[in-house]
């Protein structure tokens, strides 16, 4: 039986799934002068709304696939903003799984599966905005703002089920009242289709387009709502978590607008940055080669046409359907993404994880987090896989594209084979291949954005465990949403009480006095330097606590600066690297037998000064290090033909990994993909890291693509180079 996902949620919840705020007989109408025009919204249980106000032109017809167009002012200077307003054009998920099925007969999970669900009304014409405030609130209140990205894997979501309704009042009664400000963004292959010809075109993440051109409405307008256009939190879930971290990142991290920061902190739940190739790479053409067909714009009457005139000439069921051709999130693809942000040179410079570790996006302070169980709604149609090869084969099929299969076969030998969730694994490999698709879209993301902030920028983190023991998804992703959105248990209000303090003072502990029972822990930043190594606060069942963000450790060192495969993995053995490492400041053309080498420091913060070849042995002695290491005996073997292949580039580039102090963590994967020796310290701790280096051809492609693309995240001295 194939039953379309948002219908099955349909069907178990009955008619009344989602809370929403319209006009009714309850609800009284008020109006807000805005520079746009006059808007009409209502008021209901002590919150006013103004929804689907519109703030561009209506992207059809030749404007379709088209970079918004700013809305002029009301043609007719009034706009009716009483009910829910419009939802953007779905992909409609068809894929049944009977696991899916199973998981949806519990009332928490279809609710929070629901709450994002559009209410109808969908329609091209549907870039709107909607503001909720506190009723009466003041011209000049100067409110802080909360700005909310839905998710939905970039194909599906909608503003229209995201109301303050619960949100607002307690923040009322804390006095930390904010706006509440939600926008509608193109999806699937509306806002998101790409290829060469869309990059030729310039029309390539119109979506994050529409959210850009929604955060500068709000700088616009929203002081006419009484907020403050300096005081915006940028937030959302899963893909709109990644759309916030993609607004950090437009035009390499300029959010300005009118000489002013368009935001000053962010929130986001279950995403960030997000590793995709470029929007004319192969797996964006082969979804647009897909759409094309679809739509009838292959034919041979359009061979030599503009394949982009013909999809927006085509009607609007038709070109809809087109883009309903290719693979969903919820699917056996899974998190294979068919439509999301890519890489065009011009917005978005480079993938996101690139832009971070160069530093390109907005630092601002922010709130990160994750559910516990983030793959396990994205595991439930692969039950097919009920052995150790075929998750492999599945991984390098669907994700690892251009992994071998020993690479892969060593990440998944990290996690472990067993169910921890309570109850009967729904198949063999569900868990495993659950952890791994958790990690490579939200969770290991999140750790590898976390390291490229600077120091000073606050950033606090979380994990969610409140539906531990729910049978198959356990605290699955969106189980958050009901949490921010619906939910008045001790938990939810917790939750709530977080965001609202740091939306108004940027600090999430701000009021703690107010929290529930159990739920007053102290919140420390993730770089806290106290007994909690990168801590984060565990929203559990009944209570807060701060934990380590430290499992899976083994698993997340395959990965290298960029998110791929290494292989081997590194080899647990007791001994832990520490501190930083550096590089001989001086490699010199070697003769046969004799190595170049790193040397790890405990609290080193300069490169070893000198590396003295010794013939005899094969061995090379480091003589000292700036502050005065001791020396250390360093073995393994190079080739000779080493220095005959490397440029002066090469050297310069081998000088910036030297003083860029890199982390243990990343000199353990170049250790790794060029295994050799490692020596103990009397401490028994990893006191360096040589490398034996078997294929200079090999050496070269792995370091300056891993120097292009991945900037240590730290400083060191200026190299003095030598050819």
Same mark, same amino acid.
């Given at each position: 039986?194939?039953?379309?996902?948002?219908?099955? +949620?349909?069907?178990?919840?009955? !008619?009344?799934?989602?809370?929403?705020?319209?006009?009714?007989?309850?609800?009284?109408?008020?109006?807000?002068?805005?520079?746009?025009?006059?808007?009409?919204?209502?008021?209901?249980?002590?919150?006013?709304?103004? #929804? &689907?106000?519109?703030? !561009?032109?209506?992207?059809?017809?030749?404007?379709?696939?088209?970079?918004?167009?700013?809305?002029?002012?009301?043609? /007719?200077?009034?706009?009716?903003?009483?009910?829910?307003?419009?939802?953007?054009?779905?992909?409609?998920?068809?894929?049944?799984?009977?696991?899916?099925?199973?998981?949806?007969?519990?009332?928490?999970?279809?609710?929070?599966?629901?709450? &994002?669900?559009?209410?109808?009304?969908?329609?091209?014409?549907?870039?709107?905005?909607?503001?909720?405030?506190?009723?009466?609130?003041?011209?000049?209140?100067?409110?802080?703002?909360?700005?909310?990205?839905?998710? &939905?894997?970039?194909?599906?979501?909608?503003?229209?089920?995201?109301?303050?309704?619960?949100?607002?009042?307690?923040?009322?009664?804390?006095?930390?009242?904010?706006?509440?400000?939600?926008?509608?963004?193109?999806?699937?292959?509306?806002?998101?289709?790409?290829?060469?010809?869309?990059?030729?075109?310039?029309?390539?993440?119109?979506?994050?387009?529409?959210?850009?051109?929604?955060?500068?409405?709000?700088? $616009?307008?929203?002081?006419?709502?009484?907020?403050?256009?300096?005081?915006?939190?940028?937030?959302?879930?899963?893909?709109?978590?990644?759309?916030?971290?993609?607004?950090?990142?437009?035009?390499?991290?300029?959010?300005?607008?009118?000489?002013?920061?368009?935001?000053?902190?962010?929130?986001?739940?279950?995403?960030?940055?997000?590793?995709?190739?470029?929007? @004319?790479?192969?797996?964006?053409?082969? +979804?647009?080669?897909?759409? +094309?067909?679809?739509?009838?714009?292959?034919?041979?009457?359009?061979?030599?046409?503009?394949?982009?005139?013909?999809?927006?000439?085509?009607?609007?069921?038709?070109?809809?359907?087109?883009?309903?051709?290719?693979?969903?999130?919820?699917?056996?693809?899974?998190?294979?993404?068919?439509?999301?942000? #890519?890489?065009?040179?011009?917005?978005?410079?480079?993938?996101? @994880?690139?832009?971070?570790?160069?530093?390109?996006?907005?630092?601002?302070?922010?709130?990160?987090?994750?559910?516990?169980?983030?793959?396990?709604?994205?595991?439930?149609?692969?039950?097919?896989?009920?052995?150790?090869?075929?998750?492999?084969?599945?991984?390098?099929?669907?994700?690892?594209? /251009?992994?071998?299969?020993?690479?892969?076969?060593?990440?998944?030998?990290?996690?472990?084979?067993?169910?921890?969730?309570?109850?009967?694994?729904?198949?063999?490999?569900?868990?495993?291949?659950?952890?791994?698709?958790?990690?490579?879209?939200?969770?290991?993301?999140?750790?590898?954005? *976390?390291?490229?902030?600077?120091?000073?920028?606050? !950033?606090?983190?979380?994990?969610?465990?409140?539906?531990?023991?729910?049978?198959?998804?356990?605290?699955?992703?969106?189980?958050?949403?009901?949490?921010?959105?619906?939910?008045?248990?001790?938990?939810?209000? !917790?939750?709530?009480?977080?965001?609202?303090?740091?939306?108004?003072?940027? @600090?999430?502990?701000?009021?703690?006095?107010?929290?529930?029972? &159990?739920?007053?822990?102290?919140?420390?930043?993730?770089?806290?330097?106290?007994?909690?190594?990168?801590?984060?606060?565990?929203?559990?069942?009944?209570?807060?606590?701060?934990?380590?963000?430290?499992?899976?450790?083994?698993?997340?060192?395959?990965?290298?600066?960029?998110?791929?495969?290494?292989?081997?993995?590194?080899?647990?053995?007791?001994?832990?690297?520490?501190?930083?490492?550096?590089?001989?400041?001086?490699?010199?053309?070697?003769?046969?037998?004799?190595?170049?080498?790193?040397?790890?420091?405990?609290?080193?913060?300069?490169?070893?000064?000198?590396?003295?070849?010794?013939?005899?042995?094969?061995?090379?002695?480091?003589?000292?290090?700036?502050?005065?290491?001791?020396?250390?005996?360093?073995?393994?073997?190079?080739?000779?033909? *080493?220095?005959?292949?490397?440029?002066?580039?090469?050297?310069?580039?081998?000088?910036?990994?030297? /003083?860029?102090?890199?982390?243990?963590?990343?000199?353990? $994967?170049?250790?790794?993909?060029?295994?050799?020796?490692?020596?103990? $310290?009397? #401490?028994? #701790?990893?006191?360096?890291?040589?490398?034996? *280096?078997?294929?200079?051809?090999?050496?070269? +492609?792995?370091?300056?693509?891993?120097?292009? $693309?991945?900037?240590?995240?730290?400083?060191?001295?200026?190299?003095?180079?030598?050819?």
């Amino acid at each position: 039986m194939k039953l379309p996902f948002l219908s099955a +949620v349909a069907v178990l919840l009955g !008619a009344a799934t989602v809370t929403s705020i319209s006009s009714s007989s309850t609800s009284t109408q008020t109006t807000i002068a805005v520079p746009a025009g006059t808007i009409v919204g209502s008021v209901f249980d002590g919150v006013e709304y103004y #929804r &689907g106000i519109p703030f !561009a032109q209506p992207p059809t017809g030749s404007l379709r696939l088209k970079p918004p167009v700013r809305l002029e002012p009301f043609a /007719h200077d009034m706009i009716q903003a009483t009910g829910v307003g419009p939802a953007c054009p779905q992909l409609t998920a068809t894929s049944s799984s009977p696991l899916l099925l199973e998981a949806l007969s519990e009332p928490g999970v279809a609710a929070a599966l629901s709450l &994002g669900s559009p209410l109808g009304n969908e329609t091209e014409d549907c870039l709107t905005i909607s503001v909720m405030r506190p009723q009466g609130t003041a011209p000049d209140a100067k409110l802080p703002v909360l700005f909310w990205l839905y998710g &939905g894997a970039f194909e599906k979501g909608s503003a229209q089920p995201y109301n303050a309704s619960i949100l607002i009042p307690r923040a009322v009664v804390q006095d930390k009242p904010f706006i509440f400000v939600t926008v509608n963004y193109r999806l699937g292959g509306f806002g998101f289709l790409a290829g060469r010809e869309v990059l030729a075109d310039g029309s390539a993440n119109l979506g994050l387009l529409d959210q850009r051109m929604g955060l500068e409405w709000v700088a $616009d307008n929203i002081a006419a709502f009484g907020g403050d256009p300096a005081a915006v939190t940028i937030s959302g879930q899963s893909a709109g978590a990644i759309s916030t971290f993609d607004q950090l990142a437009l035009y390499d991290g300029d959010n300005s607008y009118k000489g002013n920061p368009l935001f000053r902190a962010a929130i986001m739940n279950s995403g960030s940055i997000l590793l995709l190739e470029p929007v @004319d790479g192969d797996r964006a053409q082969a +979804v647009f080669e897909t759409v +094309v067909e679809a739509a009838g714009c292959s034919s041979p009457a359009n061979v030599t046409a503009d394949r982009l005139a013909c999809l927006r000439d085509v009607d609007y069921a038709t070109y809809l359907n087109a883009t309903n051709s290719v693979p969903t999130d919820l699917s056996y693809s899974s998190v294979a993404l068919s439509y999301a942000p #890519r890489p065009d040179g011009n917005i978005l410079t480079a993938s996101t @994880d690139i832009l971070a570790k160069r530093g390109k996006y907005a630092a601002v302070p922010l709130i990160i987090g994750d559910m516990e169980n983030e793959g396990t709604l994205f595991s439930v149609f692969q039950a097919n896989i009920t052995t150790k090869a075929a998750l492999v084969a599945y991984l390098r099929d669907t994700v690892f594209h /251009h992994a071998t299969q020993e690479q892969v076969t060593a990440l998944v030998d990290t996690y472990p084979h067993e169910y921890r969730n309570g109850s009967a694994a729904p198949y063999p490999e569900f868990q495993r291949l659950a952890a791994i698709l958790g990690d490579i879209e939200f969770t290991l993301m999140r750790r590898l954005f *976390l390291q490229t902030l600077p120091p000073s920028v606050p !950033a606090w983190s979380f994990i969610a465990t409140w539906d531990r023991g729910t049978p198959i998804l356990g605290t699955f992703h969106t189980s958050d949403l009901p949490q921010l959105f619906h939910s008045v248990d001790a938990t939810a209000l !917790a939750v709530q009480d977080r965001y609202i303090a740091f939306v108004n003072s940027l @600090d999430p502990n701000h009021g703690l006095a107010l929290a529930p029972v &159990g739920y007053e822990t102290y919140w420390p930043t993730w770089r806290d330097t106290g007994t909690t190594k990168r801590p984060l606060i565990e929203f559990g069942v009944n209570s807060t606590s701060i934990v380590a963000d430290d499992f899976r450790e083994a698993s997340v060192d395959g990965f290298d600066g960029d998110g791929n495969l290494q292989v081997p993995l590194l080899a647990k053995s007791g001994a832990t690297c520490r501190g930083k490492v550096g590089g001989n400041k001086r490699i010199q053309d070697k003769e046969k037998g004799q190595i170049g080498a790193w040397h790890g420091k405990e609290e080193g913060s300069t490169s070893i000064r000198e590396l003295v070849t010794h013939n005899e042995g094969n061995d090379i002695k480091a003589r000292s290090s700036n502050n005065g290491d001791n020396p250390t005996l360093i073995h393994g073997p190079l080739t000779p033909a *080493l220095h005959t292949g490397l440029g002066r580039r090469t050297w310069q580039s081998l000088g910036h990994m030297a /003083h860029t102090m890199l982390s243990c963590a990343v000199i353990q $994967d170049i250790v790794q993909a060029f295994p050799g020796q490692r020596s103990i $310290d009397s #401490r028994g #701790r990893v006191a360096m890291a040589p490398l034996a *280096l078997y294929s200079a051809e090999a050496f070269i +492609v792995f370091f300056e693509g891993f120097l292009d $693309d991945w900037d240590g995240g730290g400083e060191g001295e200026e190299s003095e180079e030598e050819g």
